[in-house]
C-alpha cells in the first residue's frame, strides 16, 4: 500500500530573514511531519539551519504553479510561534520543529513535531480542475525526466478536467505551467 502524501506549501525562513516559499510532498508518521526535500534546495539549507518551518495548506493552486514558474511574491504574515512567515491566505497552517534528521545523499528525510496548528477559513469543497492544475505542476517539477510523449499524453488527459470544471484562478495557474512547458521544450529554460 501506498504512503499518503499532503501536497503543501512550505515556507522556511532564510538566512537573510526572508520567507523561502516551496510546494512539498509531506507525510505523517505517527506524530511525526517527514519533509525529504532534494539537495541541493533552499527548503533543506533552510530547514538543517533554522530548525523550523511552516505547513500552509492551501487550496489556491496559483500558488503551486506559482512556486514553479517563478512566483514567489505571496502574502504572507508571521507565524504565531515560530520566526518564520506563513500565507496570509492559507485554509490552515501547521508550525514544526526539526526533531531528527536521517542523513541521505540524495534526499535527507526531516522528521519534525507540530508545535501549534491553527485553522483560518473553512475548506470550500473539492474541484478536478484544481487536483488537475496540481498535477501538472508536479510534471513541470520533473520535466527533466519525463519523456515528451508522456507529458502531452498526461496534459490531454487533465485538460478534460480543466476543461470541464476551471475557474480562473485554476486557468491562471494552469497557464502560467503550459508556458513553463512549452518554454522547456523550446529550450528556453533549464
Not at 126 to 138: F, S
Not at 155 to 166: E, F, H
Request: proline fraction near 5%; charged fraction near 30%.
Amino acid at each position: 500500500m501506498s504512503e499518503l502524501i499532503r501536497e503543501v506549501i512550505l515556507t522556511t525562513r532564510r538566512a537573510d530573514g526572508g520567507t523561502h516559499i516551496a510546494p512539498m510532498g509531506v507525510r505523517t508518521r505517527g506524530d511525526e511531519i517527514l519533509i525529504a526535500p532534494f539537495r541541493p534546495s533552499g527548503t533543506l539549507r533552510n530547514l538543517l539551519r533554522e530548525r523550523t518551518a511552516v505547513i500552509n495548506l492551501t487550496d489556491d493552486v496559483r500558488v503551486f504553479a506559482g512556486c514553479l514558474t517563478g512566483r514567489h511574491d505571496w502574502p504572507l504574515v508571521p507565524a504565531e510561534r515560530l520566526a518564520c512567515s506563513r500565507l496570509r491566505d492559507a485554509l490552515a497552517h501547521q508550525e514544526l520543529a526539526v526533531q531528527r534528521i536521517e542523513e541521505d545523499p540524495q534526499r535527507p528525510r526531516i522528521y519534525c513535531r507540530v508545535l501549534h496548528e491553527t485553522s483560518h477559513r473553512p475548506f470550500g469543497g473539492l474541484n478536478r480542475a484544481k487536483a488537475a492544475v496540481l498535477e501538472l505542476a508536479i510534471l513541470v517539477s520533473r520535466l527533466e525526466m519525463l519523456p515528451r510523449a508522456k507529458l502531452e499524453r498526461e496534459m490531454a488527459y487533465l485538460r478534460i478536467a480543466m476543461d470541464k470544471t476551471a475557474g480562473p484562478a485554476e486557468w491562471e495557474a494552469w497557464s502560467w505551467l503550459e508556458e513553463r512547458v512549452i518554454a522547456h521544450e523550446q529550450g528556453k529554460c533549464a
